[in-house]
C-alpha cells in the first residue's frame, strides 16, 4: 500500500507532482492548515504531512496522528510544531534550511542598506510630494565594520557578500574554526569584542535558551555610538524596549527588522521610531525560495516514506538515499540486540555502552545507536522507534556512551551490547554475513555463531553432561520444532549458554519444564522481527 500524505498548506503543483512520481499518495489541501478541528478529524488517516507556517502541528494533533511517520516543513522554522511531543511518537520532523538560505541573506543585506541610507522613510516623504534632501543624510558601507552573530549558512552568504562590499567583518560563532574563519576571510571575536568594534550588527542564530535576548541593555551598552542593528532571524533575539531606548537616546543610530517577539506582529516598541525599518518576516518570500523549499521538502518526504532516507531531521540522524541500503542490514543488527538484552534483563539499567568494531565504525552510527535503544526498550515501550528511543533512554538517566574502533578480530566489523544493572553486566554481539542477515557472534563473553529467528530461545545454565539431550527432549514432548542449536561455554563446567531458532512461540508450561532442570538459571522466550 503506497503511503499516504496530506499537504496542509500550500505547496507548488511541481512539489506535489514529486510525490506523485516517487510512488507517494497525496491529498492536496493548502487551506486545510487553517482549520485545526478539521484537521484534527482527518490526520490519522497519514503517514506523512507536508506544511509551511499555516499548521500548527500541536501536542492534541500528534495523539490523533496515530499513522504520522513524518512532518515536513518547507522553510528552515518549526516554531509551528510541538518537536518533543512528536519525538516521544516517534514521528520524524524534517525542515528545509537551506533553500530559503541566499533569499535570507539578501534580505538581511538590504535592509542594511536601507537603515543605512534611511530609503523607507525617504521613499515615503518624495511621494508624499515634499523635497527633503537634507533630513535624510546617509552612511556608507563601504569601510565600515559589520559584526555577524552566527556564521552558518545564512550568516556565511552574509558574510561573503559583505566582504564584496569592501567592508570589514567580525563574527562571533562558537562554533567557527580558527582555520575557517580565515578560509572565509574573516575576524573570529568574542561577544564584547563584536559589540565594540562593529559598525552595524546582523544577527543569524536560531532562538534558544542562550540566544535569547542575546541583545539586551547590557549588551548595548557596549556597543559603538551609532551602531546600526539588523535581525532577519528569529524574533526574541533582541529586546526591543532596551533597543528602543537606546534609538530614542541616540546611542543605537537605526535598526531593520524582518521578525519581532510576537508575530504577527500588530504592535512593538520599535514601531514609529526614527529610522527603524520594519518588514514583515519576508526574509523568505522571493519566488525562488519558496518553490525551492517546496520541492525540497517533498524529496525529503519521498526518500524517507519510500527508500527510508532521513535527511535535515531535527530529531533523528540523517540517512542518505546512498546510506540508506547498507546501513539497513545493520540497523536490523543494532535492534536485534538491543532486543535481545531488552528481553533478557529484568533489572533497570544504569549504564549502556555501544562498541562499533571495523567496518561499523565509520558507518553512521547515530542510526544504528537509535535503532539498537529502540530494541532495547521496546519491551517496555511497544510503540517506541528510532525517533523516541534516544529521547526516552535520556528521560529515564541511562548513562550512554559510544566507542569507535578498527578491526581487532576476524569479522570485518561487529556491533557488541554492553549494558549494566544494579546487580549485573550483560554483553551481546552481533554481525551481519554475506547473506544480510543478522547473527549472534558472543553473549556474556562466550562466543557462538547462531542465526536469528523470529522466535528464540535462550538459556544460561551452568555446564554439566546431559543438557542438549534434555533441551531436545523437552521441546520435543512439547512439540516445540528446533530450526537451529547453538551452544557456548567459558570453560567445562563453568557458565554455558544455549540459544535456540525455534520455529513458534514458547509458553509458561514448556518454560517451566526447562527451568525445572537445576543446572539452568534462566530461560527467556525471545521475540524478534527479521523478516
Not at 179 to 191: D, I, N, Q
Not at 347 to 366: F, Q, R, S
Not at 369 to 396: C, F, H
Amino acid at each position: 500500500m503506497a503511503p499516504r500524505v496530506l499537504v496542509s498548506d500550500e505547496l507548488s503543483e511541481t512539489a506535489v507532482q514529486i510525490f506523485r512520481d516517487r510512488g507517494v499518495e497525496v491529498d492536496f489541501q493548502p487551506q486545510l492548515g487553517k482549520d485545526k478541528d478539521k484537521l484534527f478529524e482527518i490526520i490519522g488517516n497519514y503517514d506523512g504531512l507536508a506544511i509551511r507556517s499555516a499548521t500548527k502541528v500541536t501536542e492534541k494533533i500528534i495523539e490523533a496522528a496515530k499513522n504520522l511517520k513524518v512532518v515536513g516543513r518547507a522553510g528552515i522554522g518549526v516554531d509551528n510544531v510541538d518537536i518533543p511531543a512528536a519525538s516521544r511518537r516517534g514521528i520524524i520532523v524534517m525542515n528545509t534550511p537551506f533553500g530559503n538560505s541566499i533569499t535570507t541573506a539578501e534580505h538581511a543585506i538590504a535592509l542594511m542598506f536601507a537603515v543605512a541610507r534611511q530609503l523607507p522613510a525617504a521613499d515615503s516623504s518624495t511621494q508624499a510630494g515634499k523635497w527633503e534632501k537634507s533630513k535624510f543624510m546617509g552612511v556608507e558601507i563601504t569601510g565600515k565594520t559589520l559584526g555577524v552573530i552566527g556564521a552558518g549558512n545564512i550568516g556565511s552568504i552574509v558574510i561573503a557578500r559583505a566582504i564584496g562590499l569592501k567592508m570589514h567583518v567580525l563574527a562571533y560563532d562558537p562554533f567557527l574554526s580558527k582555520e575557517r574563519a580565515e578560509e572565509m576571510g574573516v575576524t573570529k571575536v568574542e561577544l564584547d569584542e563584536l559589540f565594540a568594534g562593529a559598525d552595524f550588527i546582523t544577527l543569524h542564530v536560531p532562538l534558544t535558551d542562550k540566544t535569547r535576548n542575546i541583545i539586551d541593555a547590557s549588551a548595548i551598552a557596549k556597543m559603538k555610538q551609532g551602531v546600526r542593528i539588523i535581525n532577519c532571524a528569529r524574533g526574541g533575539l533582541v529586546d526591543e524596549a532596551a533597543l528602543a531606548a537606546a534609538i530614542k537616546s541616540g546611542h543605537v543610530a537605526g535598526a531593520a527588522f524582518d521578525v519581532f517577539e510576537v508575530e504577527p506582529a500588530k504592535e512593538s516598541p520599535l514601531f514609529g521610531l526614527p529610522n527603524v525599518v520594519c518588514t514583515p518576516h519576508l526574509g523568505a518570500s522571493t519566488t525562488e525560495a519558496q518553490e525551492n523549499v517546496a520541492l525540497q521538502v517533498a524529496e525529503q518526504m519521498a526518500d524517507y516514506l519510500v527508500k527510508g532516507a532521513v535527511s535535515n531531521a531535527i530529531n533523528m540522524p540523517s540517512i542518505t538515499a546512498e546510506e540508506a541500503p547498507i546501513l539497513k542490514p545493520f540497523i536490523k543488527l543494532a535492534d536485534v540486540l538491543g532486543a535481545f538484552v531488552g528481553q533478557v534483563t529484568d533489572d533497570p539499567i544504569k549504564e549502556i555502552e555501544i562498541l562499533y568494531d571495523g567496518v561499523t565504525a565509520g558507518m553512521n552510527t547515530k542510526a544504528l545507536t537509535s535503532a539498537l535503544l529502540a530494541g532495547l526498550i521496546r519491551n517496555q515501550v511497544a510503540d517506541v522507534n528510532m525517533v523516541s528511543a534516544p529521547i526516552m533512554i535520556k528521560e529515564k538517566g541511562i548513562v550512554l556512551a559510544e566507542v569507535k574502533r578498527d578491526k581487532t578480530g576476524v569479522y570485518d566489523g561487529y556491533i557488541k551490547l554492553t549494558v549494566t544493572t544494579d546487580s549485573m553486566t550483560r554483553s551481546v554481539a552481533g554481525t551481519v554475513f554475506s547473506d544480510g542477515k543478522p547473527r549472534f557472534i558472543q553473549i556474556k563473553g562466550i562466543n557462538l555463531d547462531a542465526d536469528v529467528g523470529n522466535h528464540m530461545v535462550y538459556l544460561a545454565n551452568t555446564d554439566v553432561p546431559g543438557m542438549i539431550g534434555f533441551i531436545g527432549t523437552t521441546l520435543g514432548s512439547a512439540g516445540v520444532n528446533i530450526a537451529n542449536f547453538q551452544l557456548g561455554r567459558d570453560k567445562q563446567g563453568g557458565d554455558a549458554i544455549a540459544l535456540l531458532y525455534v520455529d513458534g512461540p514458547i509458553g509458561d508450561e514448556v518454560l517451566g519444564k526447562l527451568t525445572a532442570h537445576q543446572a539452568i538459571r534462566q530461560a527467556k522466550p525471545l521475540v524478534f522481527n527479521v523478516d
